[in-house]
Each structure stands twice: as C-alpha cells, then as structure tokens.
Nanobody
C-alpha cells in the first residue's frame, strides 16, 4: 500500500510564494498522472493542476501563469510552485495520484494567504 504526504503549506502574505511537495511512501512508485486539488472552507474541492507521467501539464484558469506543477528530482515526488499568491488561494491543498483505475489521496496541507 502506498501513501502520499503533502508538505510545504503555511501562512504567507498576498503576493508571496510557497512550494508544495507531494511524496509517495515508496521510492519506486510510478504514476500515470498527479494532480493538485484544493478545498476552501464551505466550498467543494476543486482541481488546480495536473502533470502526466510524460510531463504534460494543465492548469485551472484561476492559477494559470502563477502556479507551476513539476516532477521533483526524486521519482516519487511532485511539486507545486505557487507565486503571486492571493487571499482566494487560501485552502487545504491535496495531491492525487492516478495509477490505472486507482486514485491515491494525501492528507492535505493548509495554505493561508493573509496580510
């Protein structure tokens, strides 16, 4: 059984940056795609960005040009670089890995953008 752990969340001022990481518990883990999602209080979870095993990326319009998803140096990690953060980016961020028909979710990491 593989598990995923997100890290890198925290409190940042508007205009600031954060880098989130998603790491699988197995170093030999390979995925079809990994996505980042977020959920703000009293709102449904929404998709943020996705990267495929081939390196193709896609972004929600709300983050395009500000966020960058990438694979880490380690095979089992994916990062989300977040620049020019806005208060409306405040949410719990989750990574989701897809392997065939299976979806693996992390426990989430809180991102708060506030002055």
């Amino acid at each position: 059984q593989v598990q995923f752990v997100e890290s890198g969340g925290g409190l940042v001022k508007p205009g600031g940056t954060l880098r989130l990481s998603c790491a699988a518990s197995r170093s030999d883990f390979s995925f079809d795609s990994v996505g980042w999602y977020r959920q703000a209080p009293e709102k449904p979870r929404e998709w943020v960005a996705t990267i495929t095993s081939g390196g193709l990326t896609n972004y929600a319009d709300s983050v395009k040009g500000r966020f960058t998803i990438s694979r880490g140096d380690a095979k089992n990690t994916v990062s989300l670089q977040m620049n020019s953060l806005k208060p409306e980016d405040t949410a719990v961020y989750y990574c989701n890995a897809v392997v065939g028909l299976y979806h693996y979710w992390g426990q989430g990491t809180q991102v708060t953008v506030s002055s």
